[in-house]
């Protein structure tokens, strides 16, 4: 086969496709497209799902092309990430929602289907690494550039560059979210210190400001994981340091409190000098609600892994626990509905149970005892940044940019010591490629065409729609309709919930169009009724269900269907805890009364009222109400009874229900 040599380093035309296109899923960190619905995520994840997928055939043919090839089954590290997926897909299988942790949805893409790309991702960078050991330093310096980039748009917008979000003043640059740029960040600062720490000039110079550059962004992030996570790192860095130096203690000693009063006089500066609207406080406070919270969402996933000690419930799928446990002391002052934990390994645990979490902290054992005995010093500032993206992650969830920093770790940690098999003979070694080349095209074509681009069309049109919804309502419809024909619709909850969004928004304009408030609830009930097939237990869309129910009620001034109220009595089952089916249900029954009151159907107004009294026998005034519907009714001998039962239970209203009994 042809030969070319680019940098020094003769391989095969397949090895640097092979080369160019997994560069190419490293930078996809750097995507956003501004049509997508959840623009920065989803871009990052589509870029990667279909750049890893176009280059599985490619890999597959670079590695049965090559008569020494590297020995995979003999490193711990590559054997237990497998088996980590292995844990992670058997949660999913047996979890508590199947569909939602194989594929996540589109505000939390994280599954098991990513999480298998990963990996695929990572036996592309070992593949790499083994070609050619300048392709360590290569793709260390393309991390380090990119992160340096994205640290810089970071520093500069709303000064020279746009900011593409605003959040209290924190930084997220083409992330969307500080927290995430945060996590994105931390390995990469590492490496750039690595680098530092090993290069000469005048390349030292170019990594100092990369980590200036970097370590300043994550501080105007204003997030405090990321800064704990820092913390955490230093002083482990200065650990080694020190272990290595031989220093004794007392100088250890002097060096730890100096850092300690060092940290601590920072701490209190910014607290006292800084304003209480700037990024950099928001690193002092820790008593704020979200923080009050995310102890709730421990608590609440803790509780749930009690339950499923042994595979857990399956990724993505806090949500089952949370609406079932609840926050019943009121500690989360917000309508949203939890659906992450906000800790990885706390996250992880309750996925993935015993199981799961024992594989994956081994795995990072062998991670570490691998960069810990390296004799190469950036190894032990590599070791450092795991540690703080760890503890970074302890107090977050795991992102879509900071899992592929993540793998990218791991791959260079599973580098170091692999061997190469002996040379194969070319005739069987032909054979294997034709064969394995063309499943892994096959393979590229079904995931590309069955998932992928399905999953493309669907953020994508939804996002369109959204973004035109309020100047031309049926253009809208049409992206959204657009949606229903895909072979493959990733995330109905997403469908359902962006038409019940236009249909409340179109009840919300001046002058509703019957034509386009009709279709849209029924496209909106339909669209519902299909999610809920796929995810029975999301107390959210049963809620979704009733309100749509209810607005529709409302604008044909008629009551709210039995499949309404059922759908919010599900909900409060599934989630009896939250407020929000309660207040549902209260809306559902109060428009109704008015209803049946208007139209003097006395029946459904007694039917009504029997239920409220059944499910609330200690609210007396309902009794009053009941006897009152009871009368209007013509059902005097129920009337007089209920009557005198309120009286009996309650004789201060005694008057009140004689001068009721004279007027029958």
Known sequence: MKKYTLLGSPQTFAEWILCVLTCAILLTPLLFFPDYFSPFTNAKLMGFLLLVEITFPVYLFVRFSRSNRPVLHRNP????????????????????????????????????????????????????????QKWKSRLIHLVTAFAGVAALYGLLESWLLPAFVKIDGRVGSIFGNPSVFASFLLLPLFFSLGCFQESRRPKIFLFLASSLIIVSAIFLTGTRSALVGLLAGALFWISLRAHHAHLPRKSL??????????FAGMFFAVRTMVPTDHALYRLTDFSDTNTQA??????????????????????????TIADQYGDPSATIFTSVWPDKSHSAFIGRLLATGLVGIVVYLCLLFFVARKLFTSKQPAHTLWLAGLIAYLVHGFFLFETVSGLIIFFFLLALCANEGISTSQPLRPSKNKLHRILVTGMGALTTLVLVLGF??????????????????????RVAITYYQSTESLPFIWDTRLVARTYADAFMQQLQTPVPQKEIVDSLFRKTQVAFDVTLVRHPLQAQDWN?????SLQQAIWEDSAVSIQGVQAVERAIELAPFNPLPQQTLSQIYAHNIAIYVAHEQYSELVAVYELLVANNPNELPLLANLAAAYAKAGQREKAIETANLLKERDPASAPAVEAF????
């Open 77 to 132: 590290i590559i054997i237990l990430l497998l088996i980590l997926m292995l844990a992670m897909s058997i949660s999913a299988l047996f979890g508590a929602d199947p569909f939602n942790s194989f594929f996540g949805n589109a505000s939390r893409p994280t599954g098991v289907f990513f999480y298998l790309h990963l990996s695929v991702f990572f036996f592309y960078l070992i593949e790499i690494l083994s070609l050619d």
């Open 544 to 548: 979704g269900l009733a309100n749509i």
């Open 452 to 473: 992928t681009y399905p999953m493309h069309q669907l953020i994508l049109n939804i996002g369109k729609g959204n973004r035109i919804l309020q100047e031309d309502a």
């Open 253 to 262: 000693a002097l060096w730890f409190i100096t850092f300690v009063v060092l």
């Open 294 to 319: 995310r102890f709730t969402y421990w608590k609440l996933a803790l509780m749930g892994w009690l339950d499923h000690p042994f595979l857990g419930v399956g990724s993505e799928n806090f949500y």
């Open 661 to 664: 009994l004279e007027n029958l």
